[in-house]
């Protein structure tokens, strides 16, 4: 409806009800009563399109009281339930229960007044009543809620099986399982649900879903079982790896995944795993982990691969310019890096040159972290000398 209608229909409303007291007064009840009754429909119909339920349960209400038509009680009912608005009920509960007893619609309206006065028994009598006279899923869904609601967690599980072993589990059904499950705290239970959903629908996030749930259990054989056994990406469990500082095994499975796919990303990683893991650095992982950087670095193109392997190259004493070239390539990409910056002072110094050494690193905003409080420290004394 446009705005013009809409400011009308507002506009109207302010003395609508001045004028339907003024029709009876004159006498032109049944001629004006048709216009109320039109104009309490469009009002109705308007608010409904504008989402403002309370007017459009208001409006509807009118219309039975006029009327005496149960469809308008049913629409006044059911605007009332979606804006929250119970003080229908408390003034029409006698009729709403009567036209309940022959309109399911009406009934399921009913139990959330029910639970939220009190009335649980009626709330539930109710809602067996409706899944009795149809097993509807609309119907399954309001008795699930209400054996969840009071804590019947077996029952509601055994009626969802029941109901999905007959007709496939949909995603609002295994929804409810699954929300039945975490009501239990049941990480198994709910990890199996969730496998249904993403066997059904291919949706990664149940999937996503599934491991967050096995990480929340800290059962990490479990977790690689199951990377091992589905189609999850391998790249989320080399994350997982780096994030609990398992550098072995992110390193293991980043290059295995490397040898399959040839992704240079993929060989870089695991060229940083190889190096952490490793305590020692010896020469041989060392040849190691630059072989891997030199195959990859340059493809990936990515600062913080050029900064790690320019750095390595320079405290290593492995190959100081080439270590700075890196280190410069980085800077190019992110030129106010402190890191980056601190990686160059340390390729100066280590070529020699403390003064310009000193002077990047006299521009640095992040001083307090170790490696670079070890670097200022050393240059200071280089400078000294």
């Known amino acids: 409806m446009s705005r013009y209608i ?3 229909v507002g506009f109207l409303l302010l003395f609508s009800s001045c004028s339907a007291k003024e029709s009876v007064v004159k006498g032109n009840v049944v001629k004006n009563q048709k216009e109320n009754l039109d104009f309490y429909y469009m009002v109705g119909l308007d608010c409904e399109y504008n989402k403002d339920f309370v007017c459009s349960k208001d409006m509807f209400f009118r219309l039975y009281k006029l009327t005496k038509q149960e469809r308008f009680l049913k629409k006044a009912v059911r605007f009332a339930i979606v804006s929250g608005d119970y003080k229908l009920f408390e003034k029409e509960l006698g009729n709403i229960e009567k036209l309940a007893k022959k309109d399911s619609e009406i009934a399921s ?6 639970v939220r006065v009190g009335e649980r028994k ?6 067996k009543r409706l899944y009795k006279n149809s097993d509807s899923e609309k119907n399954l869904e309001l008795l699930v809620a209400m054996y ?3 804590k019947q967690y077996k029952k509601a599980e055994e009626l969802v099986n029941s109901y999905i072993d007959e007709h496939g589990c949909s995603t609002k059904l295994c929804g409810e399982l699954l929300l039945i499950k975490s009501k239990q705290n049941d990480i198994k239970g709910s990890i199996r649900v969730l496998q249904r959903l993403y066997d059904a629908t ?3 996030e149940f999937q996503n879903e599934i491991i967050k749930l096995y990480l929340l259990s ?3 054989k479990d977790l690689e079982s199951y990377f091992a056994f589905s189609d999850a990406p391998k790249t989320i469990l080399i994350d997982i790896y780096v994030s609990k500082k398992m550098y072995k095994k992110a390193e293991k499975l980043a290059f295995s995944e490397y040898q399959k796919s040839k992704n240079p990303l993929l060989l870089a990683n695991s060229a940083v795993y190889l190096y952490e893991s490793s305590y020692k650095k010896n020469h041989k992982v060392l040849n190691e982990v630059i072989r891997r950087f030199e195959k990859s670095v340059d493809k990936v193109q990515d600062p913080m691969f050029y900064n790690y392997y320019g750095y390595l190259l320079i405290d290593h004493n492995k190959d100081i310019k080439k270590g700075i070239k890196y280190v410069k390539k980085a800077l190019k990409l992110e030129p106010k890096s402190d890191y980056y910056l601190d990686s160059l002072a340390w390729g100066y110094y280590k070529s020699g040159d403390c003064k310009r050494a000193d002077e990047i690193l006299k521009k640095l905003k992040e001083k307090n972290q170790e490696d670079i409080k070890k670097h200022i420290k050393k240059v200071k004394e280089c400078l000294k000398r």
């Open 109 to 114: 309206y009913l139990v959330p007044y029910y």
């Open 218 to 220: 800290n059962n990490m």
């Open 148 to 150: 969840i609601d009071n």
């Open 202 to 204: 291919k949706n990664r």
């Open 6 to 8: 809409s400011f009308i």
């Open 122 to 127: 009626k709330a539930e009598d109710i809602t």
